[in-house]
DNA sequence: TTTTTATCGTTGCGATCGCAACTAAAGTCA
DNA sequence: TGACTTTAGTTGCGATCGCAACGATAAAAA
């Protein structure tokens, strides 16, 4: 009548969990060494190294992050100096965020510890097999795609490129 | 000189992030529903049924838990008579933490939509692809398991049955 | 124009987390 | 035995998060 017992750690959920949570601790260890940034501010910095001037929504929309929790990252990297806010040129209600010199180059003095992590987790797979593996990262996306209950995915993870 | 812009949506671990937390949450909708369960209740729970009756040192071991966050986790669990804390018999300092009837059912009851998620995430890849994504997760947690700046993997992890 | 509705960003609140400090119990060694 | 070290579990503290509510601005409707 019991049907097979439940573990864990052959749970597809969990199994994600975990790996996700340990690279993203040990990615975080590259970024508090040379600010204590946060992930929210990590994320919210390469965002804006690419993208220019963005408003918190446009930011909320492509890192996927709560808008309150890029609005605190933000001010709190205002505060250390990485990002500037200025008011909306046309609209009132926007921002536009952009980031300082400071911050580029304190950035730029991230990316590198960040590239070699990256690099280092694509180092162990064949270019088929990073590719496989992406594929089904991608199929499992779909499924929450077509689930009214999963949170929509950001625009930024469907599209290939952002904005 | 500028090397390639860097893109979140190609950064590893942002892509395992993002897909982990939507999968998370999804699921926690489940189990949501039932109880306001966290994950942290819900991974003592089902360690638990697997397990008999454990210590708090073996959860936090096996199923990737801070151990204060299972202490509380397990406190809120006995508060709402999903769990029963004896003491440890030879050991003082041990507790012996296991299901109580009340708990066994109420994760039997929330245990076929957690199959149903993990089964949706599984029938989109065949049983060949689903092998090489889950030798890819095992590869990746060995990058880690090689670098001395990253948390080490808990026991349950590690071997392919835990206790 | 005036009213209503929608959107943007921020803030308050409750809950949770991680880390470190702490208490209690066991083990170790003189 | 008694002092010291180690381990198990809990708790305090500071920080963070998610959600909902809010004020402010803009757009839409009347």
Not at 53 to 71: D, M, Q
Not at 119 to 148: G, I, Q, Y
């Amino acid at each position: 009548m019991t049907s097979t017992a439940f573990h864990l750690s052959t749970f597809m959920p969990y199994r994600l969990a975990v790996l996700s949570e340990r690279v993203s601790r040990r990615l975080s260890v590259e970024y508090e060494k040379t600010f204590g940034l946060s992930v929210a501010e990590w994320r919210v910095l390469v965002h804006l190294s690419r993208c220019g001037a963005v408003s918190v929504r446009e930011i909320h929309n492509c890192v996927n992050l709560e808008k309150p929790r890029v609005s605190r990252a933000v001010s709190r990297l205002r505060d250390a100096g990485f990002v500037q806010k200025m008011p909306g040129e046309d609209d009132g209600r926007l921002v536009a965020i952009s980031l300082t010199d400071k911050g580029a180059s304190t950035l730029a003095a991230i990316l590198p510890a960040a590239r070699a992590i990256d690099a280092r987790l694509r180092a162990v797979v064949s270019a088929a097999e990073l590719k496989a593996f992406c594929n089904v990262l991608e199929r499992m996306h779909a499924v929450l795609d077509d689930d009214p209950d999963a949170k929509p995915r950001s625009r930024m993870d469907l599209e290939g490129l952002d904005i």
